[in-house]
Structure formats: C-alpha cells, structure tokens
C-alpha cells in the first residue's frame, strides 16, 4: 500500500504497487474496494464476474447512445 485517502475524501481510493507490474507502472492510483476483488491463496479467478460486469457496462452504453438520438425539446 503506497498511500489512500479513504477518510478525507468519499471518492479517493488507495494508491497501490504492484510488483508484478513493469517498473514504470507499477502503481495503480485510486482502487476502491468495489474495484477489486481478492482472492484467496490457491483460489482460482471466476469469469462469470467479467461476463456481467461487461454487460452492465454495455447497457450503460447503449442507454448513453439513446439519449443522445433523443431531440432535445430545445431544437
């Protein structure tokens, strides 16, 4: 752990470094626990979490995509 701001400000996560990361990037700025997840020694990473987290993002897309084709009652 480098360093956080988890009492100052709401928004600041922890800056952390990783050693598995090249030199020049391994600190990772802002991780939040909803950011991450940990696993335990041994435990292997489930893909069902990034299948969902994918389409959660999609649909933030396309809702983002439809209200832009909306006309604005100002036009």
Known sequence: MVG???TKTAKKGWDVEFDMLPLDERIVSN?????IMVL???ED???DNHHSQ?????????TEE??????????
């Open 66 to 75: 439809e209200q832009k084709k909306k006309v604005s009652p100002m036009n």
């Open 4 to 6: 956080g701001g988890g």
């Open 54 to 62: 994918a389409e959660q993002f999609q649909k933030i897309i396309d």
């Open 45 to 47: 990473e489930s893909t």
């Open 31 to 35: 991780i939040s626990q909803n950011k």
């Open 40 to 42: 335990a020694p041994g």
